[in-house]
């Protein structure tokens, strides 16, 4: 049972244009949310976060919301780049058993076209 | 620089073959993973370690086994009792016990059982 769901497989968006990113979970005891992105045959790079009393934070282009009630967090981008083109992955931290234990979503495959 | 190491890039590996892949850290962080990506799904958890001589099974750890002599090193072996080793392996390292932390990851090894 996948505890973070991201159910767009894939987007597309215009260079200049807000990219869109979701993700949803079902763990109440997540605390703090993170954005990954990868390129091909390479190691995710960290992106962005948010803590669970938040409901926003913004890094540049870069702004992720969390809405709690609805185990419900998003990525904006704006304005999109095509280096922007990767996978996206959200993460959720919780603490399980010993350690704090990140949880990945599947991932989206942003694409920006020029 | 500070960094996350995984070697090789490419492994090929014989059915029934056991085969070790490297992890080294210089972040001075305690505690490291290993993560597994197979296509359409998010990083799944094989082991964690947050302190020498100690590691913890993940969400899919059947078939793997890890040891931690060293703070910066955390292999990773694929045993031969692992039923579909082909995938995209990736060790991740970070800080333990503060919420607002990310993993850092390494590049990643693709390992492919011909």
């Known amino acids: 049972d996948q505890q973070v769901k991201q159910n767009s497989p894939s987007l597309s968006v215009q260079e200049g244009r807000i990219s869109i990113l979701n993700c949803d979970y079902t763990n109440s005891m997540f605390d703090y949310f993170l954005w990954y992105k990868k390129y091909p045959a390479e190691g995710p790079t960290f992106l962005i976060s948010i803590s669970s009393i938040k409901d926003k934070n913004e890094d540049g282009r870069f702004t992720v919301f969390l809405n709690k009630s609805a185990k419900h967090l998003s990525l904006h981008i704006v304005p999109s780049q095509p280096g922007d083109s990767a996978v996206y992955f959200c993460?959720?931290?919780?603490?399980?058993?010993?350690?704090?234990?990140?949880?990945f979503g599947s991932g989206t495959q942003l694409t920006v076209l020029p | 620089d500070g960094g996350i190491t995984q070697s090789p890039k490419y492994l090929f590996r014989k059915e029934g073959q056991n085969v070790t892949l490297s992890c080294e850290q210089n972040l001075n962080h305690d505690a490291m993973y290993w993560y597994r990506q197979d296509p359409g799904q998010g990083l799944r958890l094989i082991y964690y370690?947050?302190?020498?001589?100690?590691?913890q099974k993940g969400d899919i750890a059947e078939g793997y086994s890890v040891s931690r002599e060293k703070k910066e090193s955390f292999p990773l072996t694929v045993t031969s009792a692992q039923k579909n080793p082909t995938a995209f392996y990736l060790c991740a390292s970070s800080i333990v016990g503060r919420l607002n932390t990310e993993a850092f990851f390494g590049q990643g090894t693709r390992l492919t059982v011909v």
């Open positions: 370690s947050q302190i020498v001589n100690d590691f």
């Open positions: 993460a959720a931290s919780a603490w399980g058993g010993s350690a704090r234990q990140l949880t």
